[in-house]
């Protein structure tokens, strides 16, 4: 009787260490699979980025509520740039897990000239901060709020465009420009080069929105010589436009019409 008891005690504890055994394996699993999830939701901030919103400077009795959009490099020698008002900012920084740590102190092409949010938003880049990157999205957090980007892989500054076709709203054909028409945005300003003259003015962006406003028509180097369907093209070219933005391609809409174009270099190569 004492035996079959034993033996029953031995086969309940090996039951018992297989169950604690499977337990841990799985334990371990789960660890390695949130580790996993960890590394994968940890993005590499590395890449060109708009900065759409930022905390007001406290200090500011009215802050401006219509900031302007600064660029953010990320570069993968570990060095970050800053493109304000006047001045390109630089420092170092080093990311582990969902932290960004900055090196003390920016070094800046001038020594004057930007404007105090810009300079509020440069003191802003110190120290360890953590971030996190969803979709397009970039989110730093700082003790005064959070610094929201976007990344510029879908934007707009620096690229440069051919105007292909445009459309109606109300027409179901395009109509292709006789014409070869450039469009080039800067960080500020939209160019639009005609026949002879060469147009520029404000731009606002909003990427997050994929829209920008032109709130000002287009001012010229001469009044005169350009064909009618360049002069349309620029006065289409104001106010708020959408814009869908792939490879090759770019397509803004406008209150009236659909306006086509393609990226400058692939003319180009035709």
């Known amino acids: 009787m004492i035996g079959t008891k034993y033996i029953f005690f031995l086969f309940l504890c090996a039951v018992l260490g297989s169950a604690c055994n499977k337990k841990t394996t799985t334990d371990n699993a789960t660890n390695k699979t949130s580790k996993a999830r960890m590394i ?22 009215k802050p401006n509520t219509n900031q302007k959009s600064y660029i953010v490099t990320f570069d993968s020698d570990n060095s970050m740039a800053l493109t304000l008002d006047v001045n390109t900012c630089g420092t170092s920084y080093k990311v582990k897990d969902d ?37 397009s999205m970039m989110t730093i957090k700082t003790d005064k709020g959070p ?12 690229t440069s465009w051919t105007a292909v076709s445009y459309q109606s709203t109300k027409s179901d054909e395009a109509t292709k420009f006789e014409k070869k028409y450039r469009l080039h945005f800067d960080k500020n300003r939209v160019n639009l080069n005609l026949d002879v003259n060469s147009c520029n003015t404000e731009i606002i ?9 032109m709130p000002k028509p287009m001012g010229c180097t ?49």
């Open 40 to 61: 994968e939701q940890t993005i590499s901030p590395i890449g060109s980025w708009t900065v759409i919103s930022f905390p007001p400077d406290p200090k500011l009795s």
């Open 99 to 135: 932290v960004i740590t900055f090196q003390e102190g920016m070094t800046c092409t001038e020594a004057c000239c930007d404007s105090k949010e810009a300079n509020f938003l440069t003191r802003q880049f110190k120290g360890s901060l953590k971030y996190s990157i969803e979709g």
């Open 147 to 158: 610094i929201q980007l976007v990344n510029n892989k879908d934007g707009l500054i620096g």
């Open 205 to 213: 962006y909003a990427p997050h929105l994929y829209t920008f406003e």
């Open 222 to 270: 001469r009044k005169c010589c350009d064909s009618k369907e360049g002069i349309a093209l620029m006065n289409s070219l104001t106010g708020k436009i959408v814009y869908k933005k792939t490879e090759n391609q770019l397509s803004l809409t406008t209150s009236t019409q659909e306006i086509i174009f393609v990226l400058h270099k692939e003319v180009i190569e035709e």
